[in-house]
C-alpha cells in the first residue's frame, strides 16, 4: 500500500498560473520529499523538507508540511509549460528507516 | 543526468524466460533501491542493499531477486516472467537523508 497519497491526481493550468499538489500520509516520517517525473524518464529530485521544518523555499517551489495533519502540499508559481510532469511526494519513515514509499503522483499539464 | 547508469534501457522477452537488469550507482553511494512502476500501480519499492548486503525489502516476487556486487553495482534477476511483469524498473542509488538519484530506467515489455 502506498504511504503517500496525492490530490489532485490530475492537474491542468494555463503557463504563468500557480499549481498546488498535496500530499497526505499516515505514519510518523523523517522527512518528506518530492520528485518530479517528465514522461517515461527516471525521477528527479526536487525538494527535501524534515519533520521539524514546516516551509521550505526553492526557486519557484514551495512546501509545507504539517506534521499533525500528516499532510504536505507543493506549489510551483508562475509554472512553465517545461513544468508538465507528474510529481510524487515520498516520505522517508522513522520505521523503518532508509525506506522512501512514493505517493501516486499528480500529473499537471501546463498549456502554453 | 543523475549519475546512476541502468542497462538495457528496453527489454523485449517472452512470457516464461529470465532477465537481468544492471545499475551502476552514482561515485561513492552505498545504497541502491529498485523500483517497479507500471500504470496501475504506481512506483513500488522492491529492495535495497547497502554495500552488498540486502537492507530492506518491499513487495518483490519471489521470482525476482537482486544481489550488489563488491564494485557496488547492483542485478535485478527477473524469472519465469508473466505478462504482468511489463513495467519501468528503475534503480536508484542515495547517499544522505535518503534523497535519492534515480537512473533513467528499463523498459520491460513480456510478450
Known amino acids: 500500500s502506498q504511504q503517500g497519497e496525492e490530490d489532485p491526481q490530475a492537474l491542468s493550468i494555463q503557463e504563468g498560473e500557480n499549481a498546488t499538489m498535496n500530499c497526505s500520509y499516515k505514519?510518523?516520517?523523517?522527512?518528506l520529499q518530492w520528485y518530479r517525473q517528465n514522461s517515461g524518464r527516471g525521477l528527479v529530485h526536487l525538494i527535501l523538507?524534515?519533520?521539524?521544518?514546516r516551509e521550505k523555499h526553492s526557486g519557484r517551489l514551495r512546501v509545507t508540511l504539517d506534521t499533525s495533519k500528516k499532510s504536505s502540499s507543493l506549489l510551483i508559481t508562475a509554472s512553465r509549460a517545461a513544468d508538465t510532469a507528474s510529481y510524487f511526494c515520498?516520505?522517508?519513515?522513522?520505521?523503518?528507516?532508509?525506506?522512501?514509499?512514493f505517493g501516486g503522483g499528480t500529473r499537471l499539464m501546463v498549456k502554453p | 543526468d543523475s549519475g546512476v547508469t541502468q542497462t538495457p534501457k528496453h527489454l523485449i522477452t517472452a512470457t516464461g524466460q529470465r532477465v537481468t537488469l544492471r545499475c551502476s550507482p552514482r561515485?561513492?553511494?552505498?545504497?541502491v533501491y529498485w523500483y517497479q512502476q507500471s500504470l496501475d500501480q504506481g512506483l513500488q519499492f522492491l529492495i535495497q542493499?547497502?554495500?552488498?548486503?540486502?537492507?530492506a525489502k518491499g513487495n518483490i516476487l519471489e521470482r525476482f531477486s537482486a544481489q550488489q556486487f563488491p564494485d557496488l553495482h547492483s542485478e535485478l534477476n527477473l524469472s519465469s516472467l508473466e505478462l504482468g511483469d511489463s513495467a519501468l524498473y528503475f534503480c536508484?542509488?542515495?547517499?544522505?537523508?535518503?534523497?535519492?538519484?534515480f537512473g533513467a530506467g528499463t523498459r520491460l515489455s513480456v510478450l
Open positions: 536508484a542509488s542515495s547517499v544522505e537523508e535518503n534523497i535519492q538519484y
Open positions: 505514519t510518523s516520517i523523517n522527512n
Open positions: 523538507i524534515r519533520s521539524n521544518e
Open positions: 515520498a516520505t522517508d519513515p522513522l520505521f523503518p528507516g532508509n525506506m522512501l514509499t
Open positions: 561515485s561513492g553511494d552505498l545504497s
Open positions: 542493499y547497502y554495500n552488498g548486503e540486502e537492507r
